[in-house]
């Protein structure tokens, strides 16, 4: 079973590669022997991306930590 779902990642920072302020986070559930939760932060524009797996089941702290992995980077 997989789901999915996107929204405006409000507290990224833009895009470092092309400067677009169109980032978005992803996330999938995938159910296999257990939860494995994935968290993408993404620009829509160019298409760069960051991903972070965990196995909690706490889409906040997935995206809290995504968030920190896109911020983290050089802009």
Known sequence: MMMN???KAR???K???C???KIVTK???FLRDGNLLTTEIKCDACGAE???YT???DPAKGYREALKVWNR???
């Open 27 to 29: 996330r999938a559930d």
């Open 50 to 52: 960051v991903r972070v």
């Open 55 to 57: 196995d909690e089941c």
């Open 19 to 21: 400067g677009s302020k």
């Open 15 to 17: 895009c470092p590669f």
């Open 11 to 13: 507290l990224a920072k």
């Open 73 to 75: 980077r050089t802009a």
């Open 5 to 7: 779902y996107e929204t």
